[in-house]
Structure formats: structure tokens, C-alpha cells
């Protein structure tokens, strides 16, 4: 294979970003496109209210094939690898479908909803020969890949403390009113957990592994007429004793995004796309140790982190895909790892719901029970709330 022909499956907000940057590609082509409703395959635009900028201002579909059916897509013999970018509720099916006819996968976050169906799409994976990569891209963010760097080659030493507050994800309410599968449990299976922070998650455990265990708070619309979470705080215990804090919410405003990592040889802060580092003049625990002085304090050693400055984002990971699947690179997001990101928000959230500690690895069949709680819950109680898939995909029927 010398060009990678790619299928995108969804064209919304991040499905058009998707369709923006592909043509930028090394050794890759966009050769079909696929949405439920009609309309968006002739009037493709790009995001007008997103995270992301996208440049392209007129997008040509004219010799793309396009599909209203994921599977006959897949069947079509026009694409030998897919970019998932439809709400994260039919993740999993589709992921699992592609692993099925040998088509590599790209697959947006959150990989799925549960902590099972997860793994389910690993086992799958894992019966196929194909590439399965999961679209963190901030991941290749130069100040994230620092701190990666920092934590591994022993310039931190030993992590006593981890501080993130995570608030920068402010949403107002019309954000939530923009689709009805926004901001419940039926159709979007979370809120700010599920929604905003699988990067968060993602990185967090890529810094530090999966905590021993957790106790969260968790508020169901606090800040705004939905039924999922808007509002968490979480305390874990790391594999090393260390104890890390997690603070989350759309409803910030200004927001705050610091990550603070307290450890042997100082302290690093993460802030404002800026890395400094409090250098301690000996390590922390010996100063703790063998200080005569009561109230030890000294001056740390300033040092402001030089992180090289490039690119990164959704096309460096779709990039490193490609280069994967031709045989060039390893792969910088692998698909089965993003189960880790939603085995630490089903842990916060049955913490935060039920008001207990919870220990990994979280416990699939108490934490799908407490979904289904919630899906009832929220039928019975705001019905207004509740948002039918099934109902939505037969309206674009012929």
C-alpha cells in the first residue's frame, strides 16, 4: 500500500475539522464520506461555534463517494481505513464493525462509554490485523510532551503530589440545547467527564498511571438545566502513595487549566502553555529528613522550561496513523490504551453518584448498573431530557 484511502464517518463539528486538514496529509486521501443526515453531504461546512479553528472556508465534495450508511461504507471497497467522528454512543459498534472487514480505525474520544464495551472493542481489535489508533491529540501538544519527558527521565524524581484544575471547559446553555443528544444520559452517557475531559483523563493517566483508588464529588446539573455531571472534584491515591487532586466543570468562567506535580526534586507547574520548574537545592524528603532547621526555607532554583515550539493536533495524530499503517512509525495513541481514560471517569462518577471510595479497576457491572439507574431515572423523571437514537436515525429514513 502506498496511499492510505480514508472514510470519515460523521460530518459535524469535529467531522468537518476532520475534512479540513486530510488533504494536507502525506501518503493519505479522503475517498468517502458518511452521515445519516443527507444534507451534510452536499452542504459540508466548517465549524462555526468549535474548540478548534478550522481554515478551510469551502470544503469541495465533488469526487468523494458518499454514504448514508456506515456499513455499506465499509463494504464498498473505497477506503481502507476510517476516522470515527460521530457521537461517542456508536463508538464501539462501528469500531468493531471495521476491525471485522480489516479496515484500520482512527477512533475520536472517548473510545466508548463504558468501561466494557472498551474492552470488548480491544478484544475485538485484538482478534484483527489492523491499526487502531484513538484521536488524543494533545498527547502531541510540545509542553505535555516535556512533562512526559520530565516525569520518565528522573529530572522530577519521585511524585509526592499531583494538583490539576481542569475549569477551562466553559459551556454555556445553549451549548447543551444545540443537540438533543447533548447533556443526558440516553444520549450522550455523561457530561463534563465523558465529554470534555477524555483528553484530561487521557493525559493524566499517561503522566501517572491509574490511581489505587478515588473519592469523588460529583454534581448532576448544578449549573445548567441538564441531568449528567457538570461540576466534579476528585482525591486518588496513586500506585506510589502519592495522593493526586482532580477539579472539573463547564461552568467556569474564566476558566483555569494548572497542573501542579509536587516531587522529590522540586515542583513543576503547567499553566498558560508554560512548564516552570521549582528546582530544591537537595531532594525534598532528605531536606523533610535531616534539616536542623524547624522552619526550613530556601529559594528554589527558578527555572523557566524551553519547550520547543510546533504544530500539533488532530493531524499529526491522523499523520502518525498513516506512517503507522505504511510501516514508518510507531504509534503515538494506540486505540486500546483509551480505556484507561474511561475506566477513570466511570470510577469518578460511581465514587461521586453512590458517595464512596472506589478502587481500581473499577467494577463493570456496578458501574453499568448505576448507568442504567440514571437512563431510568432520568426517563421517569425528565422525560423532556431524555433523547431516543433510535428515533433520531429513523427520521433521515427514506
Given at each position: 500500500m502506498?496511499?492510505?484511502?480514508?472514510?470519515?464517518?460523521?460530518l459535524?463539528?469535529?467531522?468537518?475539522h476532520?475534512?479540513?486538514?486530510?488533504p494536507?496529509?502525506?501518503?493519505?486521501?479522503?475517498?468517502?464520506?458518511?452521515?445519516?443526515d443527507?444534507?451534510?453531504?452536499?452542504?459540508?461546512?466548517?465549524?462555526q461555534d468549535?474548540?478548534h479553528?478550522?481554515?478551510?472556508?469551502?470544503?469541495?465534495?465533488?469526487?468523494?463517494?458518499?454514504?448514508?450508511?456506515?456499513?455499506?461504507?465499509?463494504?464498498?471497497?473505497?477506503?481502507?481505513?476510517?476516522?470515527?467522528?460521530?457521537p461517542?454512543?456508536?463508538?464501539?459498534e462501528?469500531?468493531k464493525?471495521?476491525?471485522?472487514?480489516?479496515?484500520?480505525?482512527?477512533?475520536?474520544?472517548?473510545?466508548?462509554i463504558?468501561?466494557?464495551?472498551?474492552?470488548e472493542?480491544?478484544a475485538?481489535h485484538?482478534?484483527?490485523?489492523?491499526?487502531f489508533g484513538?484521536?488524543?491529540?494533545?498527547?502531541?501538544?510540545?509542553?505535555?510532551?516535556?512533562?512526559?519527558?520530565?516525569?520518565?527521565?528522573?529530572?522530577l524524581?519521585?511524585?509526592?503530589?499531583?494538583?490539576w484544575?481542569?475549569?477551562?471547559?466553559?459551556r454555556?446553555?445553549?451549548?447543551?440545547?444545540?443537540?438533543?443528544?447533548?447533556?443526558?444520559?440516553?444520549?450522550?452517557?455523561?457530561?463534563?467527564?465523558?465529554n470534555?475531559?477524555?483528553?484530561?483523563?487521557?493525559?493524566f493517566?499517561w503522566?501517572?498511571?491509574?490511581?489505587?483508588?478515588?473519592?469523588a464529588?460529583?454534581?448532576?446539573?448544578k449549573?445548567?438545566?441538564?441531568?449528567?455531571?457538570?461540576?466534579?472534584?476528585?482525591?486518588?491515591?496513586?500506585?506510589n502513595?502519592?495522593?493526586?487532586?482532580?477539579?472539573?466543570?463547564?461552568?467556569?468562567?474564566?476558566?483555569?487549566?494548572?497542573?501542579?506535580?509536587?516531587?522529590?526534586h522540586?515542583?513543576l507547574?503547567?499553566?498558560?502553555?508554560?512548564i516552570?520548574?521549582?528546582r530544591?537545592?537537595q531532594?525534598?524528603?532528605?531536606?523533610?529528613?535531616?534539616?536542623?532547621?524547624?522552619?526550613?526555607?530556601?529559594r528554589?532554583?527558578?527555572i523557566?522550561?524551553?519547550?520547543?515550539?510546533?504544530?500539533?493536533?488532530?493531524r499529526?495524530?491522523t499523520q502518525?496513523v498513516?506512517?503507522?499503517?505504511?510501516?514508518?512509525?510507531q504509534?503515538?495513541?494506540?486505540?486500546?490504551?483509551?480505556?484507561?481514560?474511561?475506566?477513570l471517569?466511570n470510577?469518578?462518577?460511581?465514587?461521586g453518584?453512590?458517595?464512596?471510595?472506589v478502587?481500581?479497576?473499577?467494577?463493570?457491572?456496578?458501574?453499568d448498573?448505576?448507568?442504567?439507574?440514571?437512563?431510568?431515572?432520568?426517563?421517569?423523571?425528565?422525560?423532556?431530557?431524555?433523547?431516543?437514537?433510535?428515533?433520531y436515525?429513523?427520521?433521515?429514513?427514506?
Open positions: 502506498k496511499k492510505v484511502r480514508f472514510g470519515l464517518i460523521g459535524g463539528n469535529i467531522g468537518s476532520h475534512f479540513s486538514y486530510l494536507e496529509l502525506e501518503n493519505a486521501e479522503l475517498t468517502a464520506i458518511c452521515d445519516v443527507k444534507s451534510k453531504l452536499t452542504d459540508l461546512k466548517p465549524p468549535f474548540d479553528d478550522t481554515a478551510a472556508a469551502d470544503f469541495d465534495v465533488s469526487n468523494i463517494a458518499k454514504f448514508t450508511d456506515y456499513r455499506a461504507m465499509l463494504d464498498s471497497g473505497k477506503v481502507d481505513a476510517i476516522i470515527i467522528a460521530v461517542h454512543y456508536f463508538h464501539p462501528m469500531a464493525e471495521a476491525f471485522r472487514r480489516g479496515i484500520h480505525v482512527i477512533c475520536e474520544k472517548p473510545v466508548a463504558t468501561s466494557r464495551e472498551a474492552r472493542m480491544n475485538a485484538a482478534d484483527s490485523d489492523v491499526v484513538a484521536m488524543f491529540q494533545q498527547r502531541t501538544d510540545p509542553v505535555h510532551l516535556k512533562v512526559k519527558e520530565m516525569l520518565e527521565d528522573g529530572t524524581g519521585n511524585i509526592r503530589r499531583v494538583n484544575i481542569i475549569t477551562s471547559w466553559f454555556t446553555q445553549t451549548y447543551y440545547d444545540s443537540g438533543g443528544w447533548r447533556g443526558n444520559w440516553t444520549g450522550e452517557g455523561g457530561g463534563v467527564l465523558m470534555q475531559c477524555p483528553h484530561n483523563l487521557d493525559l493517566q503522566f501517572f498511571g491509574l490511581p489505587k483508588k478515588l473519592s464529588l460529583v454534581y448532576l446539573g449549573w445548567h438545566d441538564i441531568t449528567v455531571d457538570d461540576d466534579v472534584s476528585v482525591i486518588m491515591e496513586l500506585e502513595g502519592a495522593t493526586a487532586s482532580f477539579i472539573t466543570t463547564t461552568a467556569d468562567s474564566p476558566g483555569t487549566n494548572r497542573l501542579e506535580i509536587a516531587a522529590d522540586g515542583k507547574v503547567l499553566e498558560g502553555g508554560k516552570t520548574f521549582f530544591t537545592e531532594p525534598v524528603q532528605k531536606i523533610l529528613d535531616e534539616s536542623d532547621k524547624g522552619f526550613y526555607s530556601s528554589p532554583e527558578v523557566e522550561v524551553p519547550v520547543e515550539a510546533k504544530e500539533y493536533g488532530h499529526f495524530i502518525n498513516v506512517n503507522t499503517i505504511l510501516g514508518k512509525e504509534l503515538l495513541a494506540p486505540g486500546t490504551e483509551g480505556i484507561k481514560s474511561v475506566q471517569a470510577a469518578i462518577l460511581l465514587s453518584v453512590r458517595g464512596k471510595p478502587e481500581f479497576p473499577v467494577c463493570e457491572d456496578e458501574f448498573q448505576l448507568l442504567e439507574e440514571l437512563r431510568t431515572h432520568e426517563r421517569q423523571h425528565a422525560p423532556d431530557k431524555v433523547f431516543d437514537w433510535e428515533a436515525l429513523s427520521s433521515f429514513e427514506d
